[in-house]
C-alpha cells in the first residue's frame, strides 16, 4: 500500500539553527502538507501546497518557514532559525484532489529544540 | 471559543462496552467532518467521516448534527485494540484543505 514517507525521524538541533524536514508524498498525489503537534497538543495546520505554490498558510507559518517541491518526489519544509518553541512533531499529509479528498499522514519528524 | 473542542477523557471502558465520544465546532459554515484515530506517538489515521445521515462501518459509527453544530462518534464492543486517541477533525469554510482538528478524546479499553 502506498505511503508518505519522512525523513529523518528525529531531528535535534540548537536554537537558531536551519533545519530541513523531508518528506514524500504518495507518488500520484497533487496536494501536500504540512502540520505539527506539540507534545500534549492539538495538530495544527501549518501550509498546503498545490502546483508547486502555497495555497493556503496558518498564522503559525512565518517567514522562518518555507516549503518547497525540489523535484518530483520530494516536499521540504524548511525553519531558517529554530526557536525552542518549534520543538513539536511535523507531519507531512498529502491527497489525491485536494478538497474533502482523505490526506494520508506520513509518520512524521519529531524536532528537538536544546 | 475554540475551533473544535473535545473531552480530553480518559474514558476508561471494559472489553465489550459501548462508548461515545461528543465533540462541538464554532464555525457554521464547516464543509466536512472527520473522525481520525491517533495511538501514542503516531500520525493521525482517517477512522471515517460524519454524515447528517449517519455513517456506520461495523463497530464505528459516526453522526452530524448541523443545527447543534455536535458530531459524535460511537464505539460498540469495545476492543483492546481501539485503545487510541480519537481526533474530531473539521474542513473549516475558510479554506478547503486545511484540516482543523480538536485536542482528542483519550480511549483506554480494559481486558
Known amino acids: 500500500e502506498p505511503e508518505v514517507t519522512q525523513t529523518p525521524s528525529h531531528q535535534v538541533t540548537q536554537m537558531g539553527q536551519e533545519v530541513i524536514l523531508r518528506c514524500v508524498p504518495i507518488s500520484n498525489h497533487l496536494y501536500f502538507y504540512w502540520y505539527r503537534q506539540i507534545l500534549g497538543q492539538k495538530v495544527e495546520f501549518l501550509v498546503s501546497?498545490?502546483?508547486?505554490?502555497?495555497?493556503?498558510k496558518s498564522e503559525i507559518f512565518d517567514d522562518q518557514f518555507s516549503v518547497e517541491r525540489p523535484d518530483g518526489s520530494n516536499f521540504t519544509l524548511k525553519i531558517r532559525s529554530t526557536k525552542l518553541e518549534d520543538s513539536a512533531m511535523y507531519f507531512c499529509?498529502?491527497?489525491?484532489?485536494?478538497?474533502?479528498?482523505?490526506?494520508?499522514f506520513g509518520p512524521g519528524t519529531r524536532l528537538t529544540v536544546l | 471559543r475554540k475551533e473544535v473542542e473535545q473531552d480530553p477523557g480518559p474514558f476508561n471502558v471494559p472489553e465489550g462496552a459501548t462508548v461515545a465520544f461528543n465533540c462541538t465546532y464554532s464555525n457554521s459554515a464547516s464543509q466536512s467532518f472527520f473522525w481520525y484515530r491517533q495511538d501514542c506517538r503516531k500520525e493521525p489515521k482517517l477512522l471515517m467521516s460524519?454524515?447528517?445521515s449517519g455513517n456506520e462501518d461495523g463497530r464505528f459509527t459516526a453522526q452530524l448534527n448541523r443545527a447543534s453544530q455536535y458530531i459524535s462518534l460511537l464505539i460498540r464492543d469495545s476492543k483492546l485494540s481501539d485503545s487510541a486517541t480519537y481526533l474530531c477533525?473539521?474542513?473549516?469554510?475558510?479554506?478547503?484543505?486545511?484540516?482543523?482538528f480538536g485536542t482528542g478524546t483519550r480511549l483506554l479499553v480494559s481486558p
Open positions: 460524519a454524515y447528517s
Open positions: 477533525v473539521v474542513i473549516p469554510n475558510t479554506g478547503f484543505q486545511k484540516l482543523v
Open positions: 499529509a498529502s491527497s489525491d484532489r485536494g478538497g474533502r479528498d482523505e490526506q494520508f
Open positions: 501546497f498545490y502546483n508547486n505554490e502555497i495555497s493556503e
